[in-house]
């Protein structure tokens, strides 16, 4: 199943209000997020996307950023070493330090500044000219970042704890709970190994998947509108259109905050000592 390029960007489609050739509002939908083969076959499930490209690109961009930054450090940083260091330092202190602790923490900051800025790149192609789309707005890439913290939350909870520490960890055991406890546990049991990593993975999905609904509903009837008296209407959606973008960048990076900040809650909690 395939994408019409002409319900995905405002300015590849014909379509006008008061005009008598049949076509009405092209409104988004999921077709909006699906994309044609940029090379192999989508029958076949081998072929590479736009979504796989920006990923890919995405992940160049960071990797060349910091590399840039701190290919020849300086005790006295320039500019792109200082942005670099104050990213860098944001998410270790105000992140990992914040949450795990010092002493734990220093250990998994590579891994929650990768993750943060990954996140935060793959948000950000949503409203970068030509891309206009959020990778992270397709359920199968946080899907997959998602399970990276669960196999990690699972991996330091054995051996933190071994087996019957792990158990107690995942199930909330706490006899002082009385006849509720088995009740309690069970709860606990799916919540923590079966919905948090959906959990985890469906919030950023969700609020990326329904930014860009947003911006390309405002963004198409701004096209659409743009014909006789409606250039009016189209005036208020082009400015509901910016108004959009500058919330938009406000909660991609909020998401990318939230996902990592999540990321370590579980590490320090597979750390922690069960009483």
């Known amino acids: ?66 590399w840039a930054a701190f290919r020849k450090p300086k005790v006295v ?42 996140v935060w790149m793959m948000n950000l192609w949503s409203i970068v000219p030509v891309a206009q789309f959020p990778v992270t707005a397709i359920i199968s890439y946080p899907l997959v970042l998602a399970l990276i913290v669960y196999v990690l939350w699972v991996s330091l909870t054995f051996k933190r704890h071994g087996f019957v520490g792990f158990f107690k960890n995942v199930t909330g055991y706490d006899k002082s709970l009385g006849p509720v406890l088995p009740l309690a546990m069970t709860i606990e049991f799916f919540s923590n190994l079966i919905v948090r990593p959906f959990t985890h993975a469906v919030r950023l999905f969700a609020n990326m998947f329904a930014g860009h609904t947003l911006l390309l509903l405002f963004t198409i009837a701004s096209w659409y509108l743009l014909n006789g008296i409606g250039i009016a209407y189209a005036g208020v959606s082009f400015i509901m259109t910016l108004v959009m973008t500058a919330f938009e960048l406000f909660i991609q990076a909020l998401q990318a905050y939230v996902f990592v900040l999540l990321t370590c809650t579980y590490i320090q909690g597979a750390l922690a000592e069960h009483h």
């Open 1 to 66: 199943m395939s994408a019409d390029p002409t319900q995905v960007l405002a300015f590849e489609t014909d379509c006008h209000i008061f005009e008598n050739n049949g076509c009405g509002f092209p409104a988004p939908g999921l077709h909006s997020f699906l994309f044609e083969p940029l090379w192999g076959d989508g029958d076949s499930n081998v072929y590479f996307n736009k979504t796989m490209l920006l990923a890919l690109l995405g992940s160049i961009v960071i990797v060349g950023f910091f």
């Open 77 to 118: 940083p320039g500019k792109l070493q200082m942005v670099a260091e104050a990213g860098y330092d944001f998410v270790r202190r105000g992140v990992v330090y914040e949450t795990i602790g010092k002493k734990e923490g220093e250990k998994y900051v590579p891994l929650v500044v990768s993750l943060f800025f990954f």
